[in-house]
């Protein structure tokens, strides 16, 4: 039993605030911190009579060292899970580094300011000696291990759907279905459907960073980087049917690589329909997808920011979007010295998600396993000093978890491969 602080109030904070309150014996207690504290508070109203944890919340600029430690002081928690944005990444573990308390997110840092030069700097030379050109990796992060091991604390990082249960099912696949996997293909499929010709999933902002970036995959030791949406196949997915999909680059790509012993190639596919990506070129040809400030009318706007204005809050997509998402791997390799193939995934469908905590399925498949992982650590079954991605620890008692808690995944043994 224990305290939970988390931070930020959004689409995936929601859910697994919700599901931290129905798993009230491991966390019972749990604050709600962000930035805007009437949507914490609206969330503490909602789930009052309902769970046995106390609910409290408070307000906090995460982008503040300062901040973020004098409410760990004041809190007190045994663990923080931040679900805020990415560029919040290093000031909450930094924090949480200066009070001793272990740290979980869902993905990994992301610098807001991409015109910084410091920053700018540094990303450049990454991306000459590792060769993708991700805004995103997880060097900053990893930086924090031995100060992490020093103070005794565990950070887990990326405990989302994609990353995180991809990589949950991968370190399962090798400890119950292979002597050693080959290939891996992240398969993250959204059959859903909320009536709009245009919205997005999750945060607007780092969605369409992420899709309008270059792709890139790990192969025989090396990134190989493409053109944005440059590989584009077609696969039918069990519960949603046939779609459209393209290689984009991802992050649990990096830990992967390093943390499967032998793997050959590890590529990652999302569904898009035609009518997301007609959109999506047509702001990212008159810069809407701009992320440096451009002066108008006296202000100073980010067309990015500005556009994420106009869009729906992916939180209110929950009443409208109909049909079912599908996520999971599919590997290739060997056990005992004979070839398997298999996938492991998950069907989820968004109304379901809608009736039992309010949103869509995005939403959902990610704010479950961020708790998952958060009970982990604070458990004790996944704590150990350290900054660690999923995969490097004991799959099952999280595998277990998932199929309690909302998202029960299946194993296909003859899974059709992706070309
Ligand atoms: P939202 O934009 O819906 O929510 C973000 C929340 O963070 C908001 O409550 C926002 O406050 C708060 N916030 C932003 N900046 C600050 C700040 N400086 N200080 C305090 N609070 C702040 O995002 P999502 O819920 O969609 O996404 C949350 C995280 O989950 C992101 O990191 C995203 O990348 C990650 N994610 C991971 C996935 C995975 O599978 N691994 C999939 C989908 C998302 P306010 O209400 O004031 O705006």
């Known amino acids: 039993m ?5 931070i930020g109030c959004g689409g995936v904070a929601g859910v697994a605030i919700q599901k931290c309150a ?3 014996s491991v966390f019972n207690e749990i604050c709600i911190a962000s930035r805007t504290q009437s949507k914490c508070d609206a969330l503490r ?3 009052e009579g309902k769970t046995g944890a106390v609910i409290t919340t408070a307000k906090v600029d995460a982008d503040k060292v300062d901040e973020l430690v004098a409410l760990i002081g004041k809190v007190k928690p045994d663990i923080v899970l931040n679900l805020a944005l990415p560029y919040q990444d290093l000031t909450i573990m930094e924090a949480c580094l200066q009070t001793k308390v272990d740290y979980v997110d869902t993905a990994n840092y992301e610098c807001e300011d991409t015109n910084d030069p410091e920053w700018r700097a540094i990303y450049e030379r990454r991306c000459k ?11 900053w992060q990893w930086a924090y291990r031995e100060r992490f091991e020093k103070a005794g604390i565990t950070a887990l990082l990326g405990t989302g759907f994609d990353p995180g249960v991809t990589s949950v099912f991968t370190a399962y696949a090798l400890k119950h279905c292979f002597d050693e996997i080959h290939t891996i293909d992240i398969l993250d499929c959204n059959g859903g459907d909320h009536g709009y010709p245009f919205a997005t999933n999750f945060n607007p902002e780092i969605n369409l960073r992420e899709v309008s970036a270059n792709g890139s995959y790990w192969e025989n030791g090396h990134w190989v980087e493409t053109e944005p949406m440059a590989i584009h196949r077609t696969y039918n997915f069990d519960g949603v049917g046939e779609k459209d999909m393209y290689l984009l680059h991802h992050e649990e790509i990096e830990s992967l690589a390093q943390n499967i012993p032998g793997v050959k190639r590890i590529r990652f596919f999302m569904t898009f329909g035609q009518s997301y990506l007609t959109h999506m070129r047509c702001l990212e040809n008159v810069g809407m997808l701009g992320t440096e400030p451009v002066e108008f009318e006296g202000h100073k706007i980010v067309p990015i920011q500005f556009l994420r204005r106009l869009l729906p809050d992916p939180a209110s997509l929950g009443p409208r979007t109909v049909g079912k998402t599908n996520i999971g791997c599919i590997f290739t390799g060997v056990k005992g010295g004979k070839e398997r193939h298999i996938y492991i995934y998950n069907v989820c469908d968004h109304q379901e998600c809608y ?3 309010g949103s869509q399925a995005i939403s959902y498949t990610t704010g479950v396993p961020a708790m998952i992982g958060t009970a982990m650590v604070m458990t004790g079954l996944w704590k150990r000093p350290g900054v660690f991605t999923v995969e490097e620890f004991d799959p099952d008692p999280y595998m277990e978890a998932l199929n309690k808690w909302g998202l029960p995944w299946k194993i296909d043994e003859n899974p059709v491969l992706v070309p």
């Open 22 to 24: 129905q798993n009230s």
């Open 355 to 357: 009736r039992e905590v």
């Open 2 to 6: 224990g305290k939970v602080l988390v």
């Open 45 to 47: 109203q909602k789930l």
């Open 129 to 139: 000696e590792k060769g993708f050109t991700a805004y995103f990796d997880y060097s």
